[in-house]
């Protein structure tokens, strides 16, 4: 809604100005993993102390703001550290954006030495190392949950980055884009190699998103969804903490139209339980049978291996098979076992 009302901020500012809180800096943390959260430190000059403020705007109701603002008093060795902190630190205001990144902004304002602001996305900057001690300290009073932002932050100094953004949209051209820039070599060399022996199995686009089975020691379920014209989401269950080999051959599947549907099964029995957590649709995606099991996907992208037949019954019937009918032959043969 479009409005000449106050913004949050100010309602929140309001709020605390009535609290004799002055602000010293701020942190939010705007649409960072899809949390809105905003960071006070503020001081109090009639107490002589500095208090931490969070308040979750995703969940803030305006009216009542009373109920929604979180106030932690802080000890005066930390925040004498903290300030310490920030006297010293004198780079001039900035903006690094990253515009790879979708959401995932902080913006950090201080009124410190007069007003600076320093906004980026993700990851902190390492010549902005000097908020290092400033936003570690400030996070040791908020929910330890919220660590997990901190963590994420520092990303470039733990040299974990690669780890936070495999997980998210990159901007990636699924069919053009130059894949060297976000695949490490080991994993286009090794991906080449699963792609070029036939063991993407399966490969099917659903909507806006490519799900593959890719055969390795044990079958790896991929799953490549077009977030928007620009961005991708890759995901393996291998859990590499980069985009794997298993993603690159499947990619390499899409690039050459290697498609190859999944068989589709309909559960029959009447034990809800057993599938309760797969009920979204009344067909499942199989890639079908090993070791005694038939093989389902759930639709939250879980590989769940279920036997297919209850007391000589059978527990699914195939509504898509592939050209040879093998998974209902191969139903049926269990069948008579
Ligand atoms: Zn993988």
Known sequence: MFN????????????????????????????????????????????????VVWVDLNFLNVKHIEDYINIQMMTKYISNK?????????CESGFKLNEDIIGDRVEILTYFNGNKEYVFDRFLPLEWEGLIDPLALIFSYLPRGMEVFLNEIFGKFDGTEESYNCIKPVKFNLLKGDSTKIFRPLSIEKGTDIFDKNKVSFLEKVDNR???????????????????KEHVLMWCNCKANYFCKHIYAV?????????????????????????????????YFSFGIRNGKLYLLTPDGVILPISPVQ????????IEDDDDCNLSSALNEFKLK
């Open 82 to 90: 903290i300030i310490e902190k920030l006297s010293t630190f004198e």
């Open 4 to 51: 000449n009302k106050k913004s949050v901020f100010d309602k929140i500012n309001d709020f605390l100005v009535k609290k004799n809180h002055e602000l010293v800096m701020s942190i939010y943390l705007a649409n960072y993993n899809g949390n809105n959260i905003y960071i006070r430190l503020d001081y109090v000059p009639k107490l002589s102390v500095y208090k």
């Open 251 to 283: 990619l390499l599947a899409i690039r050459e139209k290697k498609f190859n549907n999944f068989y589709k099964v309909k559960f029959l029995g009447k034990d809800e339980t057993l599938l309760d957590k797969v009920t979204l649709r009344n067909f």
């Open 210 to 228: 490519y799900l593959a089975i890719v055969e390795d020691r044990i079958p790896y379920l991929v799953v490549i969804e077009e977030v928007d």
């Open 311 to 318: 007391n000589g019954k059978l527990l699914f019937e195939v």
